[in-house]
């Protein structure tokens, strides 16, 4: 497999522009997650899916970020508008939750390095 | 809120074992304790995580207190590429994993 994909690996964009960051998820997978890092603030959650569902979007900054999850092997995080302080790694994390204890562990992508200027 | 405890640093020689150690006071019966850690510019990566009873597997050993009040991640024999920061996170579920700040380990030659 190859792993959870995410694109752009690099991003650049102006001040009010919209940002759209992707994740494909590890198939077999039914629950996604964004992460964002940034020095200040370290490894933030900012939503979860379960199978293609939002369950907890308290981690979400402000009504800029929305993330959709439209099918079983996609999903997308939005920033619109975005300002210089979005500036961060976004990380998507997808895993298998069955019950199972030894599959309770999250895979993470290469993340989406955001520079907002 | 943190849940757990962690030296920001540590420094390891390059073949010795490298012992991480964590502190969960405050960790539930049922919470698990897991390790990850991210090497520079990479996402995090999982290590093993336990609920009770000591665990190992091909990356590493997890040994937890008999009190569960904390944690040693051993990394047998420490490489270059083990350099990383080490997170340890102490949770329910994967649903509410939140990361610290970590252990900078450094695996030096």
């Known amino acids: 497999d190859a792993g959870v994909i995410q694109s752009p690996r690099h991003e650049v964009t102006e001040m009010g522009q919209e940002v759209t960051l992707r994740c494909k998820p590890i198939?077999?997978?039914?629950?996604l997650f964004w992460y964002r890092q940034t020095m200040m603030r370290g490894l933030e959650l900012l939503i979860y899916f379960n199978n293609n569902v939002p369950i907890d979007d308290s981690g979400m900054p402000e009504d800029r970020f929305s993330a959709k999850m439209p099918n079983a092997s996609f999903s997308t995080l939005k920033i619109q508008p975005s300002e210089p302080r979005d500036s961060a790694v976004y990380f998507c994390a997808s895993n298998l939750m069955d019950g199972v204890a030894t599959n309770e562990k999250l895979f993470f992508g290469s993340g989406t390095q955001l520079s907002v200027l | 809120d943190a849940k757990t405890t962690q030296p920001p640093s540590m420094d390891c020689a390059e073949g010795r074992a490298a012992n991480l150690p964590c502190n969960h006071s405050?960790?539930?019966?049922?919470?698990?304790v897991y390790w990850y850690r991210q090497i520079h510019s990479q996402g995090p990566q999982y290590i093993i995580h336990?609920?009770?009873n000591n665990e190992t597997n091909e990356m590493a050993s997890l040994i937890i207190t008999e009190d569960r009040k904390s944690s040693t991640l051993i990394l047998p024999h420490a490489t270059l590429r083990d350099t990383a920061v080490y997170y340890c996170?102490?949770?329910?579920?994967?649903?509410?994993?939140?990361f610290g700040a970590g252990t900078r380990l450094t695996v030096k030659p």
């Open positions: 336990g609920l009770k």
């Open positions: 996170i102490v949770c329910l579920s994967n649903n509410d994993m939140r």
């Open positions: 198939s077999g997978h039914n629950s």
């Open positions: 405050t960790i539930s019966g049922n919470e698990y």
